[in-house]
């Protein structure tokens, strides 16, 4: 692919930039706000100051990864992209079943009809209103991602049917697929079934992969198998410290994995300034931890490597 599904349209490899491949930007109230309130973040001015200072700080674009169904707000991703000048790229795909209502039609849609709704808001556009109803009415603003999370469940009938179809999506697409990965899931038995339903090694991402600092050979096992895994635990000190991670990405890049490795803040209403004054903000890689890599040696190139040319490869 030479461009990627931005809400706007198609944006060439070359111009994505510096991109955070996992944020949350936009999050209408529903369940997942009930069970965690800092995921409401429905203030369209608020999202877009945000943004511009994310973009004043050096950021070009970023994946918003709310799947629809949950909460997603495609037509305010859109305004703020426009006004803001930053390529947001959307989610179709499916969160944890917990997320929706428990009469939700994601539980009760069949394989093909999964298929079907993600391959529609890839290549015609993004359902509105599907936070309590069947997809209907269809935006024209095309989802770029497809999103989609592992829990603590593991790969039970239902997960399995969801996991399914979006694997076939992403094999009729060639569009990366995305994977929340609940802190103790079981990773590596989901990558088996990725690939086993033929999805390409280099589409994937796992996501949240530091939550939880892994022993060195986890990541190396799921690296070798050529996926991309994302950090993005960065600036949330209640799991550790942001020296630990730099660490980390060290012995990962020493053991040849640097063109693997993706940042992001899979931000929040607690960590956007906007909404919380004292949250580090949007820009805090730009401006606190790109700092903290250099200080420890890491080269401009490597920085490149992990913060632009990697997330281009996952779409490349
Ligand atoms: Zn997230």
């Given amino acids: 692919m030479k461009s990627i599904t931005s809400v706007t349209g198609p944006v060439l490899l070359d111009e994505l930039g510096f991109c955070q491949c996992h944020e949350h930007i936009m999050l209408r109230r529903g369940v997942s706000c009930r069970l965690n309130p800092a995921l409401r973040m429905d203030d369209t001015d608020k999202s877009m100051n ?5 973009r004043s700080a050096g950021g070009h674009s970023l994946v918003d990864a709310q799947p629809g169904g949950c909460g997603r707000m495609e037509k305010e991703l859109l305004e703020i992209s426009q006004k803001t ?8 795909g499916f969160h944890k079943l ?5 009469d939700h039609w994601i539980r009760n849609f069949d394989s093909e009809a999964l298929l079907d709704f993600f ?3 890839i290549n015609r556009g993004m359902y509105m209103d599907i936070d309590h109803n069947p997809p209907k009415t269809s935006t024209c603003i095309k989802a770029g991602m497809i999103k989609t999370a592992l829990d603590l469940e593991g790969l039970t009938p239902r997960y399995k049917k969801l996991f399914t179809a979006a ?4 094999c009729k697409t060639g569009l990366p697929i995305m994977v929340h990965i609940e ?4 990773a590596e038995r989901l990558l088996s079934l990725l690939l086993d339903l033929g999805v390409s090694p280099s589409r994937i991402l796992f996501c949240h992969m530091d939550r939880e600092i892994l022993p060195d050979n986890r990541y190396t096992c799921l690296l070798r198998e050529g996926i991309h895994l994302e950090f993005d635990t960065i600036g949330r000190y209640k799991y550790h410290d942001d020296l630990t991670e730099v660490k980390c990405i060290r012995r990962l890049a020493d053991a040849g994995y640097i063109n693997r490795i993706l940042l992001s803040l899979d931000t929040t209403r607690t960590r956007m300034k906007s909404y919380t004054p004292d949250g580090i903000g949007l820009d805090y890689i730009l401006r606190v931890f790109l700092p903290l890599l250099r200080t420890n040696g890491f080269s401009d190139e490597e920085i490149a490597q992990l913060t632009i040319k990697n997330c281009r490869n996952v779409f490349a």
Avoid: R, W
Wanted: charged fraction near 15%.
């Fill in 50 to 54: 945000e943004v511009m200072h994310y």
């Fill in 85 to 92: 000048k930053v390529s947001i790229i959307a989610s179709t």
């Fill in 98 to 102: 917990s997320f929706y209502p428990d």
């Fill in 119 to 121: 391959l529609h808001e």
């Fill in 167 to 170: 694997a076939n999506a992403a």
């Fill in 183 to 186: 802190q103790g899931a079981d």
